[in-house]
């Protein structure tokens, strides 16, 4: 006979308070909430995904024994909202929200598994909708399920989930966190903001923070390289080229050569250099580009400035060539257009070549779900919450610039009033990462810290930083040690594994530093160890 989960949980002295059934978990929660499942799974054992699940499909396996359960919630308009959690057996007395991805619509399962695996009680929001990442026809006028995007899904459902955790243990949850990244890294920053009170500690990657601007930009970024007819057009194969002349003209430029863009922003790259030497028609095949190519190159460097002088938005990084999704077919990812259509409301219509500065203005009008986030984390901060956000030099997906824009935009809002920032906020950059995890095979930058999504791009049964699970290793531990033991990260060491599937053995380690500061080279020692290098101001 399977033992049940009560005398599973009791064989590892954490007898819960309450039943894992529907009936048991049902008693926690208020009337506007319903159980959709709830049931005991082994150590070991796998989640199947509800079939149907379009944002997160994959099943996580080698689970340690939980409890998992799938709640639905009413919200405004006549709309609901789902979330799902993990309450593993063997808990840490902590409560961990994980966050979402573009327009996904669906319960974040295997980023869910991660948590549980450190012990967390771990919950995620389906924000409200069931769609794909990049699917935003959900959002036509239904302005409920936009704000259940926005911010209501993932707040009602911390409130919730929280509710049902301290009543599953008995005891009350003694820290809460929330790790994310993309929509993740905003859904985090919009909770430091509007629901201060939600959590102690929050990680946000690469925040999508800026709704209003990054979508309607994902739409402008594509239009600088189309119609592919277009003498101005570069090919999709021409990426890899001018990936190669932006590392041997910015590789060495920050001090040692070593496949790692590490300053972006110091490199004054020519692109004069990749000029075809006699005028080449058809450029597609060759190895070089013609002047109307280095125009749109020029034009994918440079931020997106709107009328008036006013900044729109910032340029996607020399060195974020690995990642050009955005540049590379006969349209714009859908991120954009769909925002324009679904969430502004053209319709399906709406012809991206009609873009203009109004659809930024639009934007800015409507707000669509109140998803972009402000500045004043200010009573986040007076409540002592701590917050700590990341951003890949080598992001192709959302430009990197736009988080040191945020933080700096909340420096200026905060140190005004007598508020030192570094307190509470700090804010880390990543040389050589891809959006949220990845570098490009030919740099072999550390980039992992267990950062939001990132295990499972090591394996479906990872959590953490294999072989150094640690706060100095690890970012979600470094949360921890700060909120709890008041040590306030000044750097985390990115690990570079020689086969991320494998992790056995380590190819790199490098301090990644606390922003404005950069990571250098001692000029002695193995540059692979992250002990020969020391975070220093640029200036
Ligand atoms: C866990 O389950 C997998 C199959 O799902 C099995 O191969 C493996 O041996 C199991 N591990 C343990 C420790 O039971
Ligand atoms: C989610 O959408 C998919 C694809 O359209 C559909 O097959 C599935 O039934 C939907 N699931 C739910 C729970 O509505
Ligand atoms: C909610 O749905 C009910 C039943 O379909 C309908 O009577 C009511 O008007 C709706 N309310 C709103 C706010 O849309
Ligand atoms: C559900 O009801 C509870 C208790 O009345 C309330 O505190 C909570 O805000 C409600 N949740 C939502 C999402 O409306
Ligand atoms: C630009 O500035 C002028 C003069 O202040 C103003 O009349 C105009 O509306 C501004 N344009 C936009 C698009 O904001
Ligand atoms: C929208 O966000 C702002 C802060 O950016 C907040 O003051 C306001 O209450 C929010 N509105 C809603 C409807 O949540
Ligand atoms: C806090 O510090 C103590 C003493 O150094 C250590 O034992 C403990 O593991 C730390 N806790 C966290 C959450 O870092
Ligand atoms: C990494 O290891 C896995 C499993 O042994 C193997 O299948 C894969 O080819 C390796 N990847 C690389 C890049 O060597």
Not at 395 to 423: A, K, M
Not at 424 to 452: D, E, I, S
């Amino acid at each position: 006979m399977r033992p049940s989960f009560l005398s599973y949980g009791a064989l590892l002295g954490a007898a819960s308070a309450l039943e894992c059934s529907p009936a048991a978990i049902q008693s926690a929660l208020p009337s506007n909430a319903t159980v959709n499942f709830a049931y005991p799974i082994q150590a070991n054992g796998t989640f199947q995904v509800p079939a149907g699940d379009t944002g997160y499909p994959t099943s996580p396996l080698g689970l340690p024994a939980l409890c998992a359960v799938s709640v639905q919630v009413q919200s405004v308009c006549n709309t609901t909202f789902g979330f799902g959690l993990f309450l593993p057996s063997d808990w840490n007395g902590r409560f961990l929200a994980v966050g979402n991805g573009g327009f996904a619509g669906g319960i974040n399962w295997m980023d869910m598994a991660a948590g549980s695996r450190y012990g967390f009680a771990t919950m995620s929001t389906d924000t409200g909708h069931n769609s794909s990442l990049s699917d935003g026809k959900w959002a036509y006028n239904q302005p409920g399920k936009v704000e259940n995007w926005g911010h209501l899904a993932m707040h009602g459902s911390v409130v919730a989930g929280k509710t049902i955790s301290a009543a599953f243990y008995g005891k009350e949850i003694s820290y809460n966190y929330y790790s994310g990244c993309s929509t993740g890294g905003r859904q985090g920053l919009k909770e430091a903001e509007e629901y201060p009170e939600d959590f102690d500690g929050i990680l946000a990657g690469a925040p999508g923070w800026w709704t209003s601007h990054l979508q309607p930009w994902t739409a402008k970024v594509a239009l600088y390289n189309l119609p592919t007819t277009a003498d101005y057009h570069i090919p999709p194969t021409l990426f890899p080229t001018i990936a190669a002349e932006v590392l041997k003209q910015c590789d060495p430029q920050d001090g040692l050569k070593d496949t790692i863009i590490s300053d972006p922003q110091g490199c004054n790259f020519r692109p004069e250099e990749l000029l075809c030497a006699s005028n080449v028609a058809n450029a597609a095949a060759t190895s070089c580009l013609t002047s109307p190519q280095i125009d749109t190159l020029y034009k994918i460097y440079t931020d997106s400035i709107g009328d008036n002088q006013t900044f729109i938005f910032p340029h996607l990084n020399i060195g974020s060539e690995g990642q050009w999704v955005l540049l590379s077919g006969d349209k714009p990812n859908n991120l954009g257009p769909d925002y324009v259509r679904y969430f502004l409301g053209l319709g399906p219509d709406w012809d991206f070549y009609d873009y203009s500065e109004d659809i930024q203005r639009l934007a800015d009008k409507l707000q669509p779900g109140n998803a972009t986030v402000g500045f004043d984390l200010s009573a986040f901060h007076a409540k002592g919450g701590k917050l700590l956000s990341y951003h890949g030099q080598a992001d192709g997906l959302i430009p990197t610039g736009s988080t040191p824009y945020y933080y700096n935009h909340v420096t200026r809002t905060l140190q005004p009033r007598g508020i030192n920032v570094d307190e509470f906020f700090r804010f880390f950059l990543v040389p050589g990462m891809g959006h949220c995890a990845g570098t490009p095979a030919n740099v072999n930058a550390p980039w992992y810290f267990a950062g939001a999504n990132q295990a499972l791009n090591l394996g479906n049964t990872v959590y953490g930083v294999p072989g150094f699970r640690d706060e100095k290793h690890d970012a979600l531990l470094a949360m921890v040690a700060w909120v709890e033991n008041g040590t306030a990260p000044e750097q985390i060491i990115g690990t570079k594994y020689v086969n991320d599937t494998t992790h056995a053995e380590v190819m790199r380690q490098r301090p990644l530093c606390m922003y404005p500061k950069q990571a250098k080279y001692t000029g002695s020692g193995d540059a692979n160890d992250a002990s020969s290098w020391e975070c220093k101001l640029p200036y």
